[in-house]
């Protein structure tokens, strides 16, 4: 059986040689960030795992599991929510509610609004974008998650002044490269409570500043215009319709707002440490932004290893709950295959690596990876 795999492990904003040219305006100068031609590794993996596809007779997209597993995440998310609002009577049973409500909520934005957004959940394209609109159901613009996550942070993960996924402000050093303050020495204390408002500066902060400048730090998007600025605009009333406007019907307002800070917080922190633990660590290479529109160091494929972490490979649950987002490596090599897949791809991706010499990083579990993101931190904090 030929399998028609499409699997182009490039940047989106590549091709699907590997050759990858992005035009940038950074700092009022335009520059060309740009990798070398694909080598022979990064060919011979795209060879091996569209082998596995075509031997197995499986389509990288379009998985039974996967739309189980979405009837299942969607219906606990509506259950959490409507027995929250309309059900729960004691203290007990909203902190309930509110924990399975935040979980399920992140387990939205790990699992389902990522391969939709990404276009590996289907190869039908409606599919794709419903299930991208995942994201705007919880509070997050889809169109500005593709500019900034798709293409910015795939295209050119760990480059410092490109990829704003390591770029959170002043008050966070991530990489070697960032300017260091005297309170970054604390940042491995208070930024893991800082995490769990990400989700709340996206609703109230984030989306509407990258909006109204029609930019991503300095990397200018196009506005959304048509279907793209209906569904911004449906995706944030849907939102806070959900969140506030039915509840305050209800509820008081110190309930309310009691309830959607603890779903954000926990929401926030799955978030935060899946994403974090994958590139923020001292196992991940971090890149300084080329002079004179020099190209990167490293092919694509080979950039996306030295950058990218894997862990708990062994976690079962954990791997289906995050949307196998613990398979980071294979994520960035491939972002186009539905993450069902990661983990029977992964064994073809560690013995290419070993055979061609290519750095693979992986951790053990998810407590040894968040130990590790927490002492990046704190190595980043300290004096230069």
């Known amino acids: 059986m030929i399998v028609n795999t499409k699997l182009n492990p490039a940047p989106a904003s590549g091709n699907a040689s590997g050759n990858v040219e992005s035009n940038f305006s950074l700092a009022n100068r335009h520059l060309k960030v740009k990798y070398d031609r694909t080598d022979n590794f990064h060919q011979e993996l795209k060879r091996r795992v569209d082998e596995y596809f075509q031997t197995n007779g499986l389509s990288p997209k379009d998985a039974p599991q996967m739309y189980l597993k979405t009837l299942i995440i969607f219906t606990w998310f509506t259950l959490s929510w409507g027995l929250l609002v309309f059900a729960a009577q004691t203290w007990w049973q909203v902190a309930i509610l509110c924990f399975s409500l935040g979980m399920a909520m992140a387990g939205i934005g790990l699992s389902i609004q990522h391969d939709g957004n990404h276009k590996s959940y289907s190869d039908n394209t409606i599919l794709n974008q419903v299930c991208g609109f995942g994201a705007d159901i919880l509070g997050v613009s889809s169109y500005l998650w593709k500019q900034q996550h798709n293409l910015l942070h795939h295209s050119y993960t760990n480059v410092c002044g490109v990829d704003h996924d390591i770029n959170m402000g002043a008050l966070c050093r991530l990489a070697p490269q960032q300017k260091r303050y005297w309170f970054h ?115 694509w494929a080979v950039h996306q290893l030295e950058t990218t972490v894997d862990f708990a490979p062994h976690n079962a649950l954990l791997t289906w709950y995050i949307g196998g ?60």
């Open 185 to 299: 020495r604390f940042q491995h204390i208070y930024l893991p409570i800082l995490y769990s408002l990400l989700v709340v500066a996206w609703h109230f902060y984030r989306d509407f500043k990258d909006l109204l400048l029609g930019s991503i730090g300095e990397y200018k998007i196009p506005r959304p215009q048509g279907k793209d600025l209906f569904l911004v605009i449906f995706g944030k009333l849907l939102f806070f319709t959900l969140a506030f406007v039915i509840p305050l019907w209800l509820h008081p307002a110190w309930q309310v707002i009691s309830v959607y800070l603890g779903a954000s917080a926990i929401t926030g922190l799955w978030l935060s440490f899946v994403f974090q633990t994958a590139h923020c660590m001292p196992e991940a290479e971090f890149v300084s932004l080329p002079e004179d529109a020099q190209p990167l160091a490293n092919t």
């Open 325 to 384: 987002l613990n398979y980071q490596v294979e994520h960035h090599l491939f972002p186009g295959i539905c993450h069902v897949h990661y983990p029977a791809i992964a064994p073809i991706v560690q013995a290419t690596c070993a055979e061609y010499g290519v750095k693979y990083n992986v951790l053990p579990s998810f407590t040894a990876a968040i130990k590790s993101h927490i002492h990046w931190l704190w190595l980043m904090g300290q004096e230069a």
